[in-house]
């Protein structure tokens, strides 16, 4: 049967695109097998990679009728062990990186229809080409697929004007689970005929249908783009500035993130070539980094931002800040937010949670929590950094200073997860802000969905998928 398959599989897609060790033993395919934090590595019956959307259509189609599971893949860089498949060596990956055409770009609908394995960044690429924005940014863009971004529903820095990737989608061409093809590339900004299928396949990881296509909005360019970096005395501050800024900069606003100073402790700990503002400052328990984009001028955006830190500073919200002079200047500061994971990896494993909570809760939900860790494990140092502008909290626990990373993460992951993730609930939070829940967070969701939901997704899966052929074993257990 299997050998049938993978015949099957090269008729499709040709020799060249079915890497398999039952062909060539000797074949590395950890760059599909394992995943991007080198959590988990699985092991593939084949790794196939389809050109067409018409090819995927028969991938899957051969695939069911070998009863074979598929897993679908875009760039890999996914964090809850979503996009590789289980260690089973039975799995199919379905590589989508050849689906990487532009079919189109209708600058008068501000609308862009791109297949699911293009590069996030050389969508922004072409659409800046084109004189136009796409916004999703996040620092995978390098690497991501547009079909991975919209399976998982990514976020990014630019929510708080743009929304996720939900919101920047228009429509989908997807292949179902029996292999058809479902052509829903509206571009449509309206449509009001029944259930809203598009949604339904975005944020789903995988497991409801293939992603081969999508009809994305774009945007004007803003004429000018200003990064300010200011301390804060506390977490309660940074909230009430998030208010002002939205008040006195209106759409403007485009980026608002928060980091703690232990989390830029770690920065500048571990990359001193990177200048820290206000970097050991007692007064800044808190930093933020705001972005103001503007359609009229740098001039216009400057004085805006100024008139906003003047207020603040008015309030008692802004201890200090700084504006960007240039560009230059911007992307240092964007590269020291960006640089805290990486930081926190060079100091040792580290316990990461990706956690939402209603913005004005965020305050009281750390002081809680950061309490409740203290008395339960004490000595554990906290790293709190994120996109607070949407409610979105990296809120990450690093093993004591003096104790053994590996040991701690043994016998304590489980505990803190735990831990933090009731204290979410209580804040009325999510487990699962951008990441989604993969295999990584499978066995929580039942703890902290309610039954009512978690049935209507086992009844959508069942009614999509009824084989349980894609992507089994994530999301939901069907
Ligand atoms: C350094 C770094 C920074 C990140 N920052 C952010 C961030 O700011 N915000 C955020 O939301 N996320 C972030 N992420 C995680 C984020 O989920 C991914 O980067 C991205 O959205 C996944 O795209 P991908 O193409 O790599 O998907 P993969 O990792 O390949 O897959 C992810 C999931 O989508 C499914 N999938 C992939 N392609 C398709 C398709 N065409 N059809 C159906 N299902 C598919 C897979 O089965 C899997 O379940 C970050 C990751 C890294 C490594």
């Given at each position: 049967m299997i050998p049938a398959l993978l015949e099957a599989l090269r008729t499709i897609v040709g020799d060249a695109h079915v890497l398999t060790h039952h062909h060539e033993p000797a074949l590395d395919l950890t760059a599909w097998e394992q995943d991007w934090r080198r959590r988990v590595r699985g092991k593939a019956l084949a790794v196939v990679r389809p050109g067409s959307t018409a090819e995927v259509a028969a991938v899957v189609k051969a695939c069911a009728a070998a009863g074979t599971a598929l897993v679908p893949q875009g760039g890999n860089t996914g964090l809850v062990v979503g996009g590789t498949p289980d260690d089973s060596g039975t799995q199919v990956v379905l590589a989508l990186t050849r689906l990487n055409a532009v079919r189109a770009i209708d600058a008068a609908n501000l609308t862009m229809t791109v297949e699911a394995g293009c590069i996030l960044q050389n969508l922004q690429d072409a659409a800046a080409?084109?004189?136009?924005?796409?916004?999703?940014?996040?620092?995978?863009?390098?690497?991501?697929?547009?079909?991975?971004?919209?399976?998982?529903?990514?976020?990014?820095?630019?929510?708080?004007?743009?929304?996720?990737?939900?919101?920047?989608?228009?429509?989908?061409?997807?292949?179902?689970?029996?292999?058809?093809?479902?052509?829903?590339?509206?571009?449509?900004?309206?449509?009001?005929?029944?259930?809203?299928?598009r949604d339904l396949f975005i944020g789903s990881e995988?497991?409801?249908?293939?992603?081969?296509?999508?009809?994305?909005?774009?945007?004007?360019?803003?004429?000018?783009?200003?990064?300010?970096?200011?301390?804060?005395?506390?977490?309660?501050?940074?909230?009430?500035?998030?208010?002002?800024?939205?008040?006195?900069?209106?759409?403007?606003?485009?980026?608002?993130?928060?980091?703690?100073?232990?989390?830029?402790?770690?920065?500048?700990?571990?990359?001193?070539?990177?200048?820290?503002?206000?970097?050991?400052?007692?007064?800044?328990?808190?930093?933020?980094?705001?972005?103001?984009?503007?359609?009229?001028?740098?001039?216009?955006?400057?004085?805006?931002?100024?008139?906003?830190?003047?207020?603040?500073?008015?309030?008692?919200?802004?201890?200090?800040?700084?504006v960007a002079e240039n560009l230059s200047q911007a992307q240092q500061l964007w590269h020291v937010r960006e640089s805290i994971p990486l930081a926190q990896a060079e100091e040792g494993l580290n316990v990461k949670h990706d956690v939402s909570i209603p913005v004005s809760r965020i305050p009281d939900f750390v002081a809680a929590t950061d309490a409740l860790l203290q008395r339960e494990i004490p000595g554990v140092r906290l790293v709190n950094f994120g996109h607070l502008g949407d409610g979105n909290l990296h809120y990450n626990v690093q093993a004591p200073a003096d104790g053994d990373a590996k040991a701690f993460l043994r016998d304590c992951e489980e505990r803190v997860n735990m831990l933090v993730y009731e204290s979410v609930a209580a804040f009325g939070g999510s487990i699962s802000a951008e990441h989604g829940v993969g295999a990584l967070k499978v066995d929580k969701l039942p703890h902290f969905k309610p039954a009512v939901a978690l049935d209507m997704m086992r009844a959508i899966k069942r009614a999509l998928d009824p084989q349980n052929l894609l992507n089994p074993g994530r999301v939901v257990v069907a």
């Amino acid at each position: 049967m299997i050998p049938a398959l993978l015949e099957a599989l090269r008729t499709i897609v040709g020799d060249a695109h079915v890497l398999t060790h039952h062909h060539e033993p000797a074949l590395d395919l950890t760059a599909w097998e394992q995943d991007w934090r080198r959590r988990v590595r699985g092991k593939a019956l084949a790794v196939v990679r389809p050109g067409s959307t018409a090819e995927v259509a028969a991938v899957v189609k051969a695939c069911a009728a070998a009863g074979t599971a598929l897993v679908p893949q875009g760039g890999n860089t996914g964090l809850v062990v979503g996009g590789t498949p289980d260690d089973s060596g039975t799995q199919v990956v379905l590589a989508l990186t050849r689906l990487n055409a532009v079919r189109a770009i209708d600058a008068a609908n501000l609308t862009m229809t791109v297949e699911a394995g293009c590069i996030l960044q050389n969508l922004q690429d072409a659409a800046a080409q084109a004189g136009l924005l796409f916004p999703l940014s996040l620092a995978a863009e390098g690497s991501c697929t547009i079909g991975g971004n919209l399976a998982t529903n990514a976020g990014g820095t630019q929510v708080v004007r743009y929304g996720n990737a939900r919101e920047l989608c228009l429509g989908l061409e997807v292949v179902t689970a029996q292999g058809e093809v479902w052509e829903g590339l509206t571009g449509l900004r309206k449509d009001n005929t029944g259930y809203d299928l598009r949604d339904l396949f975005i944020g789903s990881e995988g497991t409801l249908g293939v992603i081969t296509a999508a009809t994305l909005k774009l945007y004007p360019q803003p004429a000018a783009s200003l990064t300010a970096w200011a301390a804060v005395p506390s977490l309660a501050h940074a909230v009430t500035l998030l208010g002002l800024a939205h008040r006195q900069l209106g759409a403007g606003l485009t980026g608002f993130e928060v980091m703690g100073q232990f989390a830029l402790s770690l920065v500048g700990k571990h990359m001193p070539q990177l200048r820290v503002p206000f970097l050991g400052d007692e007064a800044a328990p808190y930093c933020v980094l705001l972005e103001n984009s503007d359609s009229e001028s740098e001039a216009h955006a400057r004085q805006r931002f100024e008139q906003l830190l003047e207020t603040a500073f008015g309030q008692g919200c802004v201890g200090d800040a700084v504006v960007a002079e240039n560009l230059s200047q911007a992307q240092q500061l964007w590269h020291v937010r960006e640089s805290i994971p990486l930081a926190q990896a060079e100091e040792g494993l580290n316990v990461k949670h990706d956690v939402s909570i209603p913005v004005s809760r965020i305050p009281d939900f750390v002081a809680a929590t950061d309490a409740l860790l203290q008395r339960e494990i004490p000595g554990v140092r906290l790293v709190n950094f994120g996109h607070l502008g949407d409610g979105n909290l990296h809120y990450n626990v690093q093993a004591p200073a003096d104790g053994d990373a590996k040991a701690f993460l043994r016998d304590c992951e489980e505990r803190v997860n735990m831990l933090v993730y009731e204290s979410v609930a209580a804040f009325g939070g999510s487990i699962s802000a951008e990441h989604g829940v993969g295999a990584l967070k499978v066995d929580k969701l039942p703890h902290f969905k309610p039954a009512v939901a978690l049935d209507m997704m086992r009844a959508i899966k069942r009614a999509l998928d009824p084989q349980n052929l894609l992507n089994p074993g994530r999301v939901v257990v069907a």
